[in-house]
């Protein structure tokens, strides 16, 4: 007798309990074997165990409460992005793997001088998921910071960090030199510059001639890998990569930052959404 003749033997208890020890896409190719693997890749002991540790604690931080009667209702419900902690975050999962994509707004990030109305607006949009989004009016010091602890990731994974954007039409003074990024966790560091736009190659040789000394200070303080642009999402919006880490099973705090010091060139235009965390496909 084979193998599949054996394993069809077992009691479907059996066979949720392997299926749980595989992925939720190897759970749902397993459903079209057969009818016994069918009802077993439906179980909740399956679906339950591709959910995070945590989350009861997720569903009871949600803004709109989820309607669902099994594990697998609710894990495909969280593979859409859904508003937690009063709307100042969002969290997802991933439909094949399970892992864990947080993103924080605007709101739950430090944006230096968003309380200034001189130089920062608060506004809705209708192509945010968000309430309110940050737009930069005028200012010389561009500073952006954003934190999260390991533990409200998925455990022994790579994750980056991103930085949602738009800018207006009327965008001026962020395509001159690059800012300065990172992401810090523990001892651990990542360190490079972006540009907050793709701007005008022309423009930008002649403002790097210009700004020649600040670049290449920049460049002997991060060394290889600088100068970023941000790149075109799903949702419509741009993201530029402050960096990656390793998210392991030690509970540390993930610190993320943009910088364009004060002192350089007036700059406006830009829309922050938030800074997105998610894992890296390779």
């Known amino acids: ?126 192509e945010s998921r968000f309430s309110e989004v940050a737009e930069l009016r005028t200012t010389s010091w561009l500073e952006i910071h954003g934190k999260i602890r390991t533990q409200s990731l998925s455990p022994n994974t790579t994750y980056g960090a991103y930085l949602v954007l738009q800018t207006c039409d009327r965008a001026y003074g962020l395509d001159s030199i690059p800012s300065e990024i990172s992401v810090s966790v523990g001892n651990r560091l990542f360190n490079g510059t972006a540009y907050l736009t793709r701007g005008d190659q022309k423009k930008q040789q002649m403002e790097c001639l210009f700004y020649k000394n600040r670049i290449e200070i920049l460049g002997k303080r991060v060394g290889e890998g600088d100068g970023r642009v941000p790149c075109k999402r799903e949702d419509g919006w741009m993201e530029i990569e402050l960096g990656e880490f390793f998210s392991s099973d030690a509970s540390e705090e993930v610190n993320m930052s943009l910088m364009e010091l004060k002192g350089h060139q007036l700059k406006g235009g830009l829309v922050i959404e938030g800074i997105e965390l998610r894992p890296k496909e390779y």
């Open 1 to 126: 007798m084979g193998r599949g003749m054996d394993i069809e033997m077992l009691p479907i208890d059996c066979v949720s309990t392997i299926l749980s020890n595989t992925s939720p896409s190897d759970a749902c190719r397993s459903s079209i074997v057969s009818s016994t693997f069918r009802s077993a890749a439906e179980s909740d002991v399956v679906w339950k165990r591709f959910l995070p540790a945590e989350y009861r604690d997720v569903v009871s931080r949600l803004v709109t409460p989820l309607t669902f009667s099994a594990m697998k209702e609710l894990f495909l419900l969280l593979c859409n992005p859904v508003l937690i902690d009063g709307g100042k975050k969002s969290f997802k999962l991933d439909k094949s793997s399970g892992k864990i994509s947080y993103m924080l707004s605007a709101r739950e990030i430090s944006i230096t001088g968003s309380d200034e109305p001189m130089c920062w607006s608060w506004r809705s949009v209708p």
